[in-house]
Structures are given as structure tokens and as C-alpha cells.
């Protein structure tokens, strides 16, 4: 099935070359490269990319609003008015491995709605970490299970897999969270219209080069969405998840 990798960028110049030859060596795949105006250059490697790959690298270089949510909201417009037949989501740090595609695209193709590839399906799947990040990111996923109702062991995690027709149903225009927020609030989004979400275990390695976009306003951000998305929805009474092991 022909699979559109979306992948946001700012100030990744040096990662972005590794990951798109990793990516494209999965059968099928062609990349969009979502760039926020980055200042380093990502945007002119974007374009050398897109001429190297022809047909299979396509660059959206953005203007207006920079954030990781309006990124993704443009990316997902442009991927709905594609050909591709499912629609993927990774982060540009070199922390999502490619080498998990194939199963997520497997399970996408065998029915799921969205696949998300998760750091906690199997115990906790991540590295180079430091302890405190890990009790952080394992709380929140705790207190947004809680609040939300969403069966999900990683909700927060960035690396996922659209059926396109599946995302083309939700209402893209009613998202108003930014930064990781955006994540959760697209998920429930998606449990709220009763599509089928299924995890597939990956192992999450911390970016290689350049520093951390998290900060605190995203933390705080992280912390108030659950309840927006209570007041604006309703607490989730069932998920349709299952874990893909």
C-alpha cells in the first residue's frame, strides 16, 4: 500500500539526510517534510532531497504559525487530498526507527484505523533516557488514562499510521492544542469517532544530535488538555484498542 510519511521539521539538517534514505528503503513509503521556517538550513536539505528522490520526497515549506500541531494539521490536509492509502507520522530526531514501519503498516493494512507505535506496550521501551524522564513520561501517560478513558498504554508517543480514508473522518478543523498536547487531543479524537486503534511495540532512542523541543509550557500544556477534551467531549466510556505484541 502506498504509505506518506509525514515528518515535521526545525533545525534537524543533519538528521533529516539519514532518516528519509531509512525511511524510503521501506517498500512504498514517500516522505512529506513538513518545515517550520528552520533557520539551520533543514528546509534548502528538504528541497536537495526531494531532487534526489524524485516522485518519492515532497517538501511543504511553511509560513504563518510555527508549532508541531499546525505542522501536522497542514500535512494531514495535504495527505487527505493525496493518493496515499495510509498516512504515517515520525519524528525527525532520528528517535523513531524506520525498521518499525512494516509492522505498523501490516496491522494498518489488516483492518486498524491508527497504529501507534508505542514505548510502553512491552514494559518500558525506551533509551538513553535519564530516570526522571521516564517516571515523567510514564505519569503522564498514567494521569491522561485516567482523566480521558483512553485504553491506551502511549498516547503521547509522535510515531503512528493513519489509514488516510480513517483520518479524512475526523474534524481536523475543531483541533486547538499545540505542541504534545496535539497528539492526545487527535487521539481521542479518534477513539471518540470509534475508530479502531491498535499499538505496536517499538523502542524509543533519544535524539542523537541537537536538544529536546520539550519544555515546560508543553508539560503544562500536557497536563490541562485531558480536561478541555473532558469538558469539550465526554469522558471515553470504552476504547476500541488492543496491543499488537
Known amino acids: 500500500m502506498k504509505t506518506l510519511v509525514l515528518v515535521p521539521t526545525y533545525n534537524e539538517r543533519d538528521n533529516l539526510p539519514v532518516l528519509v534514505a531509512d525511511i524510503l528503503a521501506v517498500p512504498g513509503t514517500e516522505v512529506m517534510v513538513l518545515d517550520d521556517q ?5 528546509g534548502a536539505v ?15 515549506h511553511r ?34 526507527d524506520p525498521k ?18 508505542s514505548r510502553y506496550l ?11 524522564r521516564i517516571i515523567l513520561s510514564s505519569c503522564a501517560n498514567f494521569y491522561i488514562r485516567t ?23 475526523l474534524p481536523l478543523d475543531k483541533i486547538v492544542s499545540e505542541g504534545y498536547a496535539f497528539l492526545l487531543d487527535v487521539t481521542f479524537m479518534a477513539a471518540d469517532a470509534g475508530l479502531r486503534i491498535v499499538e ?28 478541555k477534551l473532558i469538558l469539550r467531549h465526554g469522558r471515553l466510556r470504552q476504547t476500541r484498542t488492543r496491543g499488537a505484541r
Open 38 to 42: 528552520s533557520p539551520d538550513g533543514t
Open 46 to 60: 528538504a528541497d536537495a532531497l526531494a531532487v534526489r528522490y524524485p516522485g518519492r520526497v515532497r517538501v511543504l
Open 63 to 96: 509560513t504563518g504559525q510555527r508549532g508541531l500541531g499546525v505542522s501536522y494539521l497542514d500535512g494531514f490536509r495535504h495527505a487527505i487530498a493525496s493518493d496515499a492509502e495510509l498516512v504515517c507520522q515520525m519524528d525527525a530526531d532520528l528517535s523513531h
Open 100 to 117: 518499525y514501519l512494516p509492522a505498523m503498516i501490516a496491522l494498518a493494512t489488516g483492518g486498524a484505523d491508527l497504529v501507534i507505535g
Open 122 to 132: 512491552n514494559g518500558i521501551s525506551v533509551v538513553n533516557w535519564p530516570l526522571r
Open 147 to 169: 482523566v480521558t478513558g483512553l485504553g491506551l498504554n502511549d498516547i503521547t508517543t509522535g510515531y503512528r499510521c493513519w489509514r488516510r480514508t480513517s483520518l479524512a473522518k
Open 200 to 227: 505496536s511495540p517499538i523502542i524509543f532512542v533519544e535524539r542523537r544530535q541537537g536538544a529536546s523541543k520539550l519544555s515546560s509550557g508543553v508539560l503544562l500544556e500536557s497536563l490541562v488538555t485531558p480536561w
